[in-house]
Nanobody, 127 residues
């Protein structure tokens, strides 16, 4: 599976961006998908995840209520709609595909459980 992110850019605080992650491969719909981000000088952190069913989504506390993950399995694409952006949302955003499903929500927050990664897209939020 190859993942390619797009949609990053520079936006003012309070603005919105939508990130896209296009995946290759016919088995896309079988992979749980996640978004992570990494700010300069900080470790990569979990942002959001989605299993095959659109109803099963998980979010970091810092973005819950502002970000929405969705996926279009017919287009092999996962999205991250980011609203009410804050300067602390600045970073490189990565999409990733997990190896398997798991009953624990915690599983999806750990980057070690993801086996395929995109190259990342920069998001910069100015104050």
């Amino acid at each position: 599976v190859q993942l390619v992110e797009s949609g990053g850019g520079l936006v003012q605080a309070g603005g919105s961006l939508r990130l896209s992650c296009a995946a290759s491969g016919r088995t896309f719909k079988t992979y749980p998908m996640g978004w992570f981000r990494q700010a300069p000088g900080k470790e990569r952190e979990f942002v959001a995840a989605s299993t095959w069913s659109a109803g099963n989504t998980y979010y970091a506390h810092s973005v819950k209520g502002r970000f929405t993950i969705s996926r279009d399995n017919a287009k092999n694409t996962v999205y991250l709609q980011m609203n009410s952006l804050k300067p602390e949302d600045t970073g490189v955003y990565y999409c990733a595909a997990a190896a398997t499903y798991h009953s624990s929500n915690y599983y999806y927050t750990q980057d070690r459980n993801y086996v395929y990664w995109g190259q990342g897209t920069q998001v910069t939020v100015s104050s």
